[in-house]
């Protein structure tokens, strides 16, 4: 699809700053621009900024999703808890969505979302791009063409630091296992190409500077694959400042064949068969920004790199470790 510069482009409304919000995304994209923002103490500086440039300021979500010339909805809802309401007003209203993870807080109402954009004809994502960057899609072509085998065991880790502002209630942000675990369920399922089947997990508060109880510090996820493999997750707020990058992540993937790893923040790679293949090799990356993908969907029809269901497991697959470790707690 060749693109020339009077082409339509996608009008997204962005609402809230709990989270990553794409606003960075928008600046010279080929399919979409900003049209809209809803933002909790905007200053006057930024709000006579955003106007100059076109773009509206809302002092609602209701009186962003008036505005006829949104299409789609960026959520990073102040919080989480109220974003599965969110999204349905965003849908009744006529417009796409793109959530801020998780994009549910319960299977039920994830499930009821998607039901309404159903009803409405309208689409919901997730910021679903966790390994949409290299290397971890080189990663999910090797375990793709064979390479390693039959995929045995995976085991992934996610690490932040604890900071000064982690809340200490889950309906801010999720909580541990819902708002860091799912880049690693990413990480397992989108590499692999392998649902989760079944999942326990346990947490702990240990290590929480305002003490026992609220946030939780650190997960152990334990799961079988769909085809009978294993795989386990690691998740904490105990990466430390000397470990130099905000995210202390890794993935291994271990086949009957081969094993091959993402290490220290994706800073170390290495692919193992019958012999030492040295890094992973992604000089030939075709890899794609999700929400550039997205945007083209949603103007000409082209199919996604993954199907919604594949897109919205690992959100299933958290929501249920999160039950898994409230009821591991009683």
Not at 100 to 117: H, R, V, Y
Request: a negative charge; charged letters at 30%; hydrophobic letters at 35%.
């Amino acid at each position: 699809m060749i693109r020339g510069i009077d082409m339509k482009k996608l009008k997204v409304g962005l609402y809230g700053r709990n989270g990553h919000q794409i606003e960075g995304k928008l600046k010279n994209n080929e399919y979409a621009e900003l049209a809209a923002v809803c933002f909790r103490n905007l200053s006057d500086e930024a709000k006579e900024r955003y106007e100059k440039n076109g773009v509206k300021v809302c002092s609602s979500l209701d009186e962003m999703l008036k505005d006829d010339t949104v299409e789609l909805v960026s959520l990073c809802s102040p919080r989480r808890a109220d974003q599965e309401n969110d999204a349905i007003l965003c849908l009744k209203a006529g417009k796409h969505v793109y959530a801020e993870k998780p994009g549910a807080m319960t299977e039920a109402g994830l499930e009821k979302i998607l039901q309404t954009a159903k009803d409405c004809g309208k689409e919901f994502h997730e910021y679903a791009d966790t390994i949409f960057y290299e290397p971890y899609m080189s990663l999910r072509k090797i375990v793709e063409s064979g390479k390693l085998g039959a995929v045995v065991q995976v085991y992934a880790q996610k690490s932040y630091p604890m900071g000064d502002s982690r809340p200490q209630d889950e309906e801010t942000d999720g909580g541990l296992v819902r708002w860091v675990g799912i880049h690693a369920l990413r990480m397992v399922e989108h590499i692999t190409k392998l649902k989760v089947d079944k999942i326990d997990a346990v947490r702990t508060h240990i290590g929480n500077p305002k003490g026992e109880g609220g946030l939780y510090t650190a997960s152990s996820l334990m799961m079988t694959l769909e085809n009978g493999g294993v795989a386990s997750v690691c998740l904490n707020y105990l990466n430390p400042k000397g470990f130099g990058i905000w995210g202390n992540e890794c993935v291994r993937v271990f086949g009957t064949k081969g094993m091959a790893e993402i290490t220290d923040g994706g800073r170390h790679t290495h692919v193992y068969t019958d012999i030492d293949e040295g890094e992973i090799d992604t000089s030939l990356s075709n890899c794609r920004d999700f929400f550039d993908m997205l945007a083209e969907h949603l103007l000409s029809g082209k199919d996604m790199p993954i199907s919604l269901e594949e897109e919205l497991h690992p959100l299933r697959v958290v929501i249920r470790a999160h039950e898994a470790a409230k009821e591991a707690g009683k």
